[in-house]
């Protein structure tokens, strides 16, 4: 397949990036932040996307959904990224509805068209240490009659305080460390027993740190067979790395060009900076990495579309990549701007904070790297 | 079924009875390396017979059109060829400058006279071209070059000199920049001109490098004649042919080497040389780490490559882009080819006997450092991105 976005993208692209800069653009952002926002998003936004189909991209017609396909939602998370627009669109539309694909008819029914509509948000309820590590859950799933009572805690739970529900990912059997006995399910955060508490991190959007105590889950509430939790997270998360691929780029994108565009007008020592080889060659070089990551974002999505469950290798080149180049972009944005790129008026800050969580989230380089090493057999 | 998968079928059973078995093993040396030419001297049989079978059937241009020597396959063909040939792990049947830079040129710019004369000698190898381009004082200036070439009526005449000339001493003709008008600025004074190195006037001068090899020459052109007919494209606009040319260059160089050792990632070769721990991964974790990121780039390049292409056919290529896999890919490989020689520690060092392939390792990874030279400097590249992509201002001149 060519790696090249087809006409009907295209189309997606322009109507998202029009929709965006409208309706949030970054002083939307701002205004959220100062004004405290608990969520960190606009619930009045966010059913403004659902009715145009955003929430349901990646569900089936017959939930209600547009089922466009991946490469379209990697398009919106860029677009997203352009202008930091917060929302729950990767953990419900993204991440969730890629999990639920392996769950009961039940849970399907239950959750899927309610995701498509907008009027539930999912968030995946994984890290319980401050690395990514999902081999390390330890938190418990023990029999319970027909069903399963989960005890332990999660942390960093992006679009946990919004959520109506969450995927858990929890150790039936084995111990720590290990990637077999864990089992994944779709929990009801209204349950009893679940109780959750904000954490505030830089970019200003909303996490969750979680505590079960003797929650009592259905069988029906398992996503996919039990043990095998892991196997049925592994293509939710390649989804959700390469969704927070695509929204680092953009964000690096829109650091790079607003940069770019104050080299051509500032003057110092009676120049244009932009004239200065010393600028143009770091100018260059970010253009090289960027344009390496969005070569590996269009065939992670292209990738990811075509076989979900043998993604991971790509996802991880995404996601580590465009992790790298983001932060360099935010790095140089900053100091090629620099005194003013320090200053909260500019939005260069506020890029760099995003980035800097969004290359953390589920895995950073160093965790891609030694996956990608692995495979590669070394 | 479909046209292609026809045409795979007929592709994989005419490699199968016309690709000898030796063909199929990897190069092990230069010496196997088929460049044709003139006063070629086969190392083997084979590899004499495989350029003459796939001469004949124009697979050595697979892409030219029919009526000049070429295969006259399309792109979706074109590739199915190639992976044909990956597949078999066939030797390339003819390594060369008229296929790679002078042929695309000749197509574009060339009279149908020259097109008919010159592309399918090219196409079977049986001349070997070079480049003329550097100058002592022209190189990343390059369209400063003073080689002067003047209008003698019936011909031209051409006097100068050109340095870093690949295998000048090993080629029968050259395409040179010669400077044909004086008086008009330095990008519109230059012209594309083709001549036999045989001529009376030519001289070469191996140029050694640091790797003990000499793939440059320096060359003399001392009152040498040129029929007039040999001139390209219009006089004085070479240039617009030079920078043609120097894209295909850029892409060639860009992507020419993957620094892969026999097909193993340098992962690999690192776990061989040095060892795995208990998990299979190489022992050494700093190594490995520097490794892994130049893996992921590498490969997020290898993408660049391919999507540049597809944007090109496509119809929203950019020109300028070639400067950034030039760039790219030169440094890249200049990274890889570091870690190739930490992988192999103090054997890595051997220069000379057997063990080492006469230093085969030492000798390419020197080799890489001309990558970022040759072909305009990375700086040069750099240059050309900021101001042609990113449309920032010249600096200001002192």
Known sequence: MALVYTEEHEMLREAAKGFLQEKSPVTEFRSLRDNQDPLGFSRKLWQEMAEMGWAGILIEEQYGGLDFGFTGAALILEEMGRTLCASPFLSSSVI???????????????????IASGEAVIALALEEGVKHDPVATSMTAEKSGNGYRLNGSKS?????????????????????????????????SKVSGLSSTATKLLDSRNYAALVFDNVEVSGGDLIGSVGAGLTMLEPALNAGRIGLAAEMLGCSDQCFESTTEYLKERKQFGQIIG???????????????????????????????????????IASLAKAKSGEVGILAANEAVQMLGGIGMTDELDAG????????AQELLGDYAFHANRFAKWRGF | MSDLQAFQEKTRSWLEENCPKSMRKPMRNEFDACWGGRDCEFSSEDQKLWLQRMGAKGWTAPEWPKEYGGGGLDKEQAKILKTELAKIKARPA??????????????????????KQFLPPIVRGEIRWCQGYSEPGAGSDLASLQTKCEDKGDHYLIN???????YADKSDWIFCLVRTNREAKKHLGISFILFDMASDGVSTKPITLISGKSPFCETFFDDVKVPKEQLVGTL???????????????????GSSDGSMGGRSIGEVAVLALGANENGELADSALRSKIATAELDGWAFLLTMERSKDEAKAGHGIGAKSSMLKYYGTELNKRRFELLMASKG????????????????PRQWLRTKGNSIEGGTSEVQLNIISKRILGLPDPKAN
Do not use: C
Not at chain 1, 99 to 105: D, K, N, V
Not at chain 1, 279 to 306: P, T
């Open chain 1, 156 to 188: 960093y739970v992006f679009d946990g305080m919004a959520a109506d529900g969450f995927l858990v990912l929890a150790r039936s059997s084995g111990e720590a460390g290990q990637a077999d006995g864990l089992s994944l399910f779709m929990v009801d």
């Open chain 1, 350 to 357: 506020l890029y760099m904070k995003r980035i800097r969580a």
């Open chain 2, 346 to 361: 103090l054997s890595a060092l051997e220069w000379e006997g057997e063990a080492s392939n006469d230093g085969q390792l």
């Open chain 1, 275 to 313: 004239s200065f080889q010393g600028l143009q060659h770091r100018s260059a070089h970010l253009y090289s990495e960027l344009e390496l990551v969005r070569s590996a974002v269009i065939k992670a999505g292209q990738d990811f579309e075509k076989n979900p469950e043998h993604s991971g290798m």
């Open chain 1, 96 to 114: 969730a509805a890629t999990a639920l694909r392996f769950g009961s008819e039940e849970t399907k029914a239950n959750w899927l068209s309610k």
């Open chain 2, 94 to 115: 003819l390594l060369s400058f008229g296929v790679w830079m002078l042929g695309p040129a000749l197509l574009k710019f060339g009279s149908e006279e020259q097109k």
């Open chain 2, 160 to 166: 100068g000199q050109k340095v870093w000339t690949s």
């Open chain 2, 236 to 254: 004085d606009r070479g240039w617009d042919i030079a920078k043609y040319l120097l894209t295909h260059e850029r892409e060639m160089i860009g």
